[in-house]
């Protein structure tokens, strides 16, 4: 059963919404599973300024076929690690992850 994961994150400046789209765009054309692209889609975005979304101001949708994948991509994946490094100076506190079984 295939698995979305919204990751929704605060971003320090606004300024920094091109270069996350940009760094997911990324993600989406480098990542590799046993030589072969693994994850089945993304998209990453900014959020509409809306006082219930509790300062979350940038959201990224990732579809995997299953949750081996889910795993491998938090612990293994390098072209997430790759994401992870890039962002880390420009989100404040962690983000908030939900998984979904579709």
């Known amino acids: 059963m295939p698995i979305q994961r919204s990751t929704c994150f605060k971003l320090k400046s606004l300024e920094?919404?091109?270069g996350m789209m940009d760094a997911y765009k990324t993600v989406e054309q480098t990542q590799q599973r046993d030589g072969k692209p693994y994850i089945l889609s993304i998209s990453a975005h900014r959020t509409l300024d809306d006082p219930r979304s509790q300062g979350y101001n940038f959201v990224a949708n990732t579809t995997f076929a299953?949750?081996?994948?889910?795993k491998y991509y938090d612990e293994q994946c390098?072209?997430?690690?790759?994401?992870?490094?890039f962002a880390k100076d420009k989100v404040a506190g962690p983000p908030l992850v939900l998984h979904i079984e579709t």
Do not use: F, G, S
Not at 66 to 70: G, L, Q, T
Not at 78 to 85: F, M, N, T, W
């Open 16 to 18: 920094d919404a091109q």
């Open 66 to 70: 299953n949750i081996d994948d889910v």
């Open 78 to 85: 390098e072209a997430h690690q790759k994401l992870k490094a």
